[in-house]
Every structure is written in structure tokens, then in C-alpha cells.
């Protein structure tokens, strides 16, 4: 891919499209103004946090994240809810949000920009979470460990089945965040039966099993190209929007596998919580985060594909043909988002190494 040509199509689009003057009417009561927005997500890291508040504060909002990962922002947010803290939340994906949902922690809104998106993925029925990026979550490799793609893993399960890889890939040791979350239910969600445990059968469970056991678990403040760099392992996570600035910050070649049987897609939401002080305020920035000028300048700058329709024809192109070249796996959310915790939960007490 192109850094350079894509650096300067981002910096272009941030700089003619993102300056107050876009920014939507405001709507703030005298109680409101001034006060900034507490935003809880797990979509900041990267350097997104920095990018988004200097684009906000140019909109006329003042930002505060809370940065966690994806279960630990849906847990705190629901232990919240009776007392609300946030004001909107982003990045988590339907799983987490159908959880909220369930939970009663969000308020119902709709965007600006709801007629460019598709509803249904995201909340069609109630309006309580709208989409605003696709992503694949990928296995990724050093390209240097396997010159030879033939040689290279070619579906998660090669990883614990085939020697070669025994110890070569690695394994998170805590399990919070959205993208391991989603590994594990691509993992389990090939082996359903209704009388197994949590919905899956024996052999789902070895299989996991097997997954933690032979993997390399991860160093706490490394991150996974390093470990790749070095030679410490060759393969492991990533959501797409990652890969390019590790390869570029790490300068290493990665390659995603794409497995016949496709692979977990994050349809990342944005939201409303409920109980917030600064209602108008909180509808202000998800208009103005959503809308499709905001949402090409995010996806140039940080290599995503927008929901929003308005966005594609001047969002990164490289981005879209690359989430839309990946097989979208079978996967049934409800089987997820009914055991997820408890599959969690069963695996830091018998599987995981953290």
C-alpha cells in the first residue's frame, strides 16, 4: 500500500474538512456550555485519543476518555447506571451493545447521519447504538518467519495442530479486551451443541484448550510486532486497522490469513448513555463524530471503512477493499452474546497462562 500517498490524502481531508465551521449548530443549555464530555471507548489507542480531541476542540467540544478494553467499558458502564458517569460511548462492538442494551444503561437517539448508515447493523429497533466502522479481526504473521505463504498458518486452528507453530504465536494473558473477546468466540462458535457446555461441545472446549496451552502468552506492555520484530514469535491478533501503523512504527511486514471459513467481523457502535447531564451536548458529538466528513478523514487517517455511505468515496479506498476482501465468518451472535462471559470467565480459570 501506498503510507505516503494515503499520509497526505488523510492530512488533506483533516485540514479542509474538519474545522469548526463544520461543526453542527449548537444546541447547549447555559448549564452545558463549557463543560466537556466524558467519552468511555475502547478505540483510542494508535494515536486516535490525540487525533480526536484536536478535531473535536476545532467542533467546539472538549473531550475526556476513558480508555479500557471493550468488556472492561461495557462492565463499567453498566456498573455505572445508576449513576452515570460517561456521557457517550464508541468502539464497542454489537455484542457488548446488545449487552448495554439489555442492561438498560443507553438512551435512545438518532443521528443526523442515520439515513447514510444501515441500520440493522446496528440497532434498527430501538435506536439506542448506530455503526460507524466495519472491521475484520485477523490472524496476522512475519512475513520474514514465512517467506513462503504455503509455509505461513492458514487458519487459527493450524496453530495448535501443527507443530511448527507450537509456541510460535501468541496468546493474551488477559482477556477484557473486544479483540481477543472476538478471537475466542470465532474459535468457539465453530463447535455450537445446545447440551454441551455453554453452548459448546466437548471438542470446542479441547480446542480452546489446546489454543492457550501451545501458544506464547504475552508480555504485558509489549506489543505483538515487537515481539515479531525480534523474533520472540511470528504470528498473533490483530484488527485491520492496526496492521499498517505497526508495520510502519516496527518497520516489518505482516501478512493477515484469510481462513476458508472467514473470520470475525467488529462492527464498531457509537451511543448514548443514559442518565447523562448533557444530553444535547452528547447528541452534538455523535452527530458531528458520525457524519460522513469526520468519518473519511478518521478512516484516511487511520485505515478504516466507514458505515456511513456519505463517507466511501472519499474515505481510504485501500482500507475498503481490504475489509471487503475477507470472508465474513458464520458466526451466531446470540450463542456470543448469551455465554461470552462465562466462556471468559471458564477460561482465566482453567486455560489461560496470565
Known amino acids: 500500500m501506498n503510507h505516503t500517498k494515503k499520509l497526505f490524502t488523510g492530512l488533506i481531508v483533516t485540514a479542509t474538512l474538519l474545522t469548526g465551521a463544520c461543526a453542527p449548530p449548537s444546541d447547549k ?6 463543560e466537556s464530555l466524558v467519552i468511555y471507548t475502547n478505540s483510542v489507542g494508535d494515536g486516535r485519543g490525540e487525533w480526536l480531541s484536536e478535531q473535536a476542540k476545532a467542533a467546539g467540544f472538549t473531550l475526556n ?3 479500557l478494553g471493550g468488556g472492561d467499558v461495557m462492565n463499567r458502564l453498566t456498573a455505572e447506571k445508576n449513576n452515570p458517569l460517561a456521557d457517550v460511548t464508541f468502539g464497542l462492538n ?17 443521528p443526523a447521519w442515520s439515513d447514510d448508515v444501515d441500520a440493522s447493523l446496528g440497532d434498527a429497533d430501538t435506536d439506542l447504538f448506530w455503526p460507524i466502522v466495519r472491521e475484520p479481526v485477523m490472524l496476522v504473521y512475519n512475513k520474514a518467519a514465512y517467506p513462503s505463504a504455503a509455509d505461513a498458518p492458514q487458519d487459527w486452528s493450524d496453530l495448535w ?8 504465536y501468541e496468546v493474551q494473558t488477559t482477556l477484557g479486551g473486544a479483540t481477543t473477546q472476538m478471537v475466542i468466540a470465532g474459535i468457539l462458535a465453530r463447535y455450537p451443541d445446545p447440551e454441551g457446555e455453554l453452548g459448546v461441545s466437548a471438542e470446542g472446549w479441547s480446542q480452546i484448550e489446546s489454543y492457550f496451552a501451545k501458544g506464547n502468552p504475552s508480555v504485558p506492555g509489549t506489543d505483538l510486532y515487537a515481539r515479531m520484530k525480534s523474533g520472540e514469535v511470528d504470528a498473533g491478533q490483530m484488527w485491520l486497522a492496526g496492521k499498517p501503523a505497526r508495520e510502519a512504527q516496527y518497520d516489518i511486514e505482516s501478512e493477515a490469513v484469510e481462513p476458508a471459513i472467514g473470520v470475525p467481523y467488529a462492527v464498531q457502535q457509537v451511543a448514548l448513555v443514559k442518565g447523562t447531564k448533557k444530553t444535547e451536548e452528547a447528541k452534538r458529538f455523535i452527530d458531528w463524530f458520525g457524519s460522513a466528513d469526520v468519518q473519511a478523514a478518521w478512516s484516511n487517517k487511520f485505515f478504516t471503512a466507514p458505515t456511513n455511505r456519505m463517507a466511501l468515496a472519499t474515505a481510504d479506498q485501500d482500507a475498503i477493499a481490504q475489509t471487503d476482501s475477507f470472508t465474513v465468518q458464520d458466526i451466531d451472535w446470540d450463542l456470543v452474546a448469551q455465554n461470552i462471559d462465562k ?5 482465566e480459570l482453567e486455560y489461560s497462562k496470565g
Not at 101 to 109: H, R, S
Not at 161 to 168: G, I, S, V, Y
Not at 343 to 347: A, G, V, Y
Request: charge should be negative; aromatic fraction near 16%.
Open 65 to 67: 476518555f476513558v480508555d
Open 29 to 34: 443549555t447555559d448549564s452545558e456550555q463549557g
Open 161 to 168: 495442530t501443527k507443530p511448527q507453530f507450537e509456541n510460535r
Open 94 to 110: 454489537n455484542v457488548y451493545f446488545e449487552k448495554l442494551k439489555a442492561q438498560d444503561v443507553l438512551e435512545p437517539y438518532t
Open 343 to 347: 466462556w471468559i470467565e471458564k477460561i
